[in-house]
């Protein structure tokens, strides 16, 4: 599995000197063809990866501060990359969101290299805080802030939890996505996850018992 394999990927933004794609996109690249060979992330040294990317040692860490940082990016740009919202509405941003979701299910599970290196990072507390911190944890930001916009326009009750709402949207997707494999991931489950939510959340009051 190469990065070209699955298109364009979003790149980290620069620290310091300007970056070379190319350089960053070798380095990226070496990291996962070592990962490929089924070397463990505990035995993935600087060194070895500057041997396999063909760069000096001092090229990687002037673009990451150390390995926890570069295996990051090596996963973000191994998954399909962020969406940009159409900001037409909360219903077609969070639409957007969970088909980001679903494919990332779809690549996870057609990717055996991306499944044992999500299980590899588990066993790295370092590793796993760092990938929460600058994937995960942004991508749920930006769910709860389309959640906010539709409550100030009106598309969601005001009285709403937003962090509840937030996790009623993506769990039923990260469910199918990860904990059930078996379970199918069709076109269209995005939206119908958001509207059997929104059935249950949008401005419409509840029927009188």
Same mark, same amino acid.
């Given at each position: 599995?190469?990065?070209?394999?699955?298109?364009?990927?979003?790149?980290?933004?620069?620290?310091?000197?300007?970056?070379? $794609?190319?350089?960053?996109?070798?380095?990226?690249e070496g990291v996962?063809?070592?990962?490929?060979?089924?070397?463990?992330?505990?035995?993935?040294?600087?060194?070895?990866?500057?041997?396999?990317?063909?760069?000096?040692?001092?090229?990687?860490?002037?673009?990451?501060?150390?390995?926890?940082?570069?295996?990051?990016?090596?996963?973000?740009?191994?998954?399909?990359?962020?969406?940009?919202?159409?900001?037409?509405?909360?219903? $077609?941003?969070?639409?957007?969101?969970? $088909?980001?979701?679903?494919?990332?299910?779809?690549?996870?599970?057609?990717?055996?290299?991306?499944?044992?290196?999500?299980?590899?990072?588990?066993?790295?507390?370092?590793?796993?805080?760092?990938?929460?911190?600058?994937?995960?944890?942004?991508?749920?930001?930006?769910?709860?802030?389309?959640?906010?916009?539709?409550?100030?326009?009106?598309?969601?009750?005001?009285?709403?939890?937003?962090?509840?709402?937030?996790?009623?949207f993506t769990g039923?997707?990260?469910?199918?996505?990860?904990?059930r494999p078996e379970?199918?991931?069709?076109?269209?489950?995005? $939206?119908?996850?958001?509207?059997?939510?929104?059935?249950?959340?949008?401005?419409?009051?509840?029927?009188?018992?």
């Amino acid at each position: 599995m190469t990065l070209a394999d699955s298109g364009p990927r979003s790149i980290a933004p620069a620290r310091g000197r300007p970056r070379s $794609e190319a350089v960053e996109i070798a380095i990226l690249e070496g990291v996962m063809k070592l990962l490929e060979e089924g070397v463990p992330l505990a035995e993935l040294s600087i060194e070895r990866i500057a041997r396999t990317a063909g760069v000096g040692k001092a090229t990687i860490y002037r673009r990451w501060n150390g390995k926890e940082e570069l295996f990051v990016d090596v996963m973000r740009a191994a998954e399909p990359p962020d969406p940009e919202l159409p900001g037409t509405s909360m219903r $077609e941003d969070l639409v957007v969101l969970l $088909e980001s979701l679903r494919q990332r299910g779809l690549v996870n599970r057609s990717s055996a290299i991306l499944h044992n290196v999500y299980a590899q990072m588990k066993s790295s507390p370092r590793i796993w805080n760092a990938y929460h911190a600058n994937v995960i944890n942004p991508r749920r930001e930006l769910g709860k802030e389309v959640l906010r916009r539709g409550q100030q326009n009106g598309e969601l009750r005001a009285d709403v939890d937003v962090e509840l709402a937030n996790d009623m949207f993506t769990g039923p997707m990260l469910l199918r996505a990860i904990l059930r494999p078996e379970a199918e991931l069709p076109e269209g489950l995005a $939206e119908q996850i958001v509207d059997a939510v929104l059935a249950g959340l949008g401005p419409v009051g509840t029927p009188e018992p």
